[in-house]
């Protein structure tokens, strides 16, 4: 499946079904990760907004040791603070950069806000250097967006 309207109804779908938003969150991880061959890791953070820290939620792909990322700290932490879609064509050039794996060449980060306040974000990395194009972040923000509607 590489048309994206198709993905994104797919999506919408999910995000809209009667699942508790961990098994949504899952469900999109896994059908993200499983159509979109560029997709290597897919996984959620979300926010403890009081510690100023992102815990990892659902995920698909390889398990990481990063499960608590610092505000600031990382491309995730820099998105949360500037509250919008960090795109790393290359991690190698990216200086403030948390290394999940050796194989990872670039990634997308697209944060959830709700009410002005980043309550958490979807990070996805590839194997392929600039794998993430407008395409694919217009369907993040958009996943992201819907998501948001249903976190309290
Ligand atoms: N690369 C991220 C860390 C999370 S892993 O990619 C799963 C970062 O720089 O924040």
Same mark, same amino acid.
């Given at each position: 499946?590489?048309?994206? &309207?198709?993905?994104?109804?797919?999506?919408?779908?999910?995000?809209?079904?009667?699942?508790?938003? &961990?098994?949504?969150?899952?469900?999109?991880?896994?059908?993200?990760?499983?159509?979109?061959?560029?997709?290597?890791?897919?996984?959620?953070?979300?926010?403890?907004?009081?510690?100023? &820290?992102?815990?990892?939620?659902?995920?698909?792909?390889?398990?990481?040791?990063?499960?608590?990322?610092?505000?600031? &700290?990382?491309?995730?932490?820099?998105?949360?603070?500037?509250?919008?879609?960090?795109?790393?064509?290359?991690?190698?050039?990216?200086?403030?950069?948390?290394?999940?794996?050796?194989?990872?060449?670039?990634?997308?980060?697209?944060?959830?806000?709700?009410?002005?306040?980043?309550?958490?974000?979807?990070?996805?990395?590839?194997?392929?250097?600039?794998?993430?194009?407008?395409?694919?972040?217009?369907?993040?923000?958009?996943?992201?967006?819907?998501?948001?509607?249903?976190?309290?």
């Amino acid at each position: 499946m590489s048309n994206y &309207k198709d993905i994104w109804f797919q999506c919408e779908t999910i995000i809209h079904s009667q699942s508790v938003l &961990k098994e949504k969150m899952q469900a999109i991880c896994d059908f993200l990760g499983n159509h979109l061959p560029s997709y290597d890791w897919v996984g959620f953070y979300l926010s403890d907004v009081t510690n100023k &820290k992102l815990h990892l939620g659902p995920f698909y792909g390889e398990p990481t040791e990063h499960t608590s990322i610092s505000y600031g &700290k990382g491309v995730c932490g820099q998105a949360v603070e500037a509250q919008k879609t960090f795109v790393i064509d290359d991690v190698a050039e990216e200086k403030n950069y948390i290394a999940c794996s050796i194989h990872v060449k670039s990634e997308i980060v697209v944060p959830i806000i709700k009410n002005q306040i980043v309550v958490g974000q979807i990070d996805i990395d590839s194997h392929t250097l600039a794998a993430f194009k407008q395409k694919d972040q217009q369907l993040l923000e958009h996943i992201c967006r819907e998501l948001a509607t249903y976190i309290e």
